[in-house]
């Protein structure tokens, strides 16, 4: 979205803009999705409707698109959903360490008191023998 948008206000086309974007991406199924709305665009469809009709994309994002192509503001909407796709990714981001923590944690210590039964055994052992 971020990509398309910077395209736009740049002066680019739309169309022009969609086929940059999909040589870009390095998702094949979202190369191949942005192929096909490209493609559908060229039939004389808007960027909403082959976008909603997908199944790749939210239906939210396709909503918006729709809003910003007949609001006339298609970049400032584009950049919005850049942004909260950012967001959605920091706080998923954030939920993944919070989960991993306390695991790496336990691993720590599972480590660290294997070191130190394994320095401890052994000397106990010794003060036996005497």
Known sequence: ALT????LKSGLPALKGLEIVGKVVDNVVLEETIQQIHDRI???????????????????VGY???????????EEVL?????????EVEI?????MALLEPIF?????IVVGFIVMSI???????????
């Open 120 to 130: 401890i055994i052994p000397i106990l052992d010794l003060s036996k023998i005497r």
């Open 4 to 7: 398309f948008s910077t395209l």
């Open 64 to 74: 918006m698109i729709a809003i910003g192509e007949r609001s006339g503001r298609l």
């Open 92 to 96: 998923a981001a954030q939920k993944l």
């Open 42 to 60: 060229i039939e004389g469809a808007d960027i909403s409707t082959p976008l909603k009709q997908s199944g790749v994309f939210p239906p939210v």
């Open 105 to 109: 944690i336990v691993i720590l210590a």
């Open 79 to 87: 950049d919005r959903i850049a942004e909260a796709y950012d967001e």
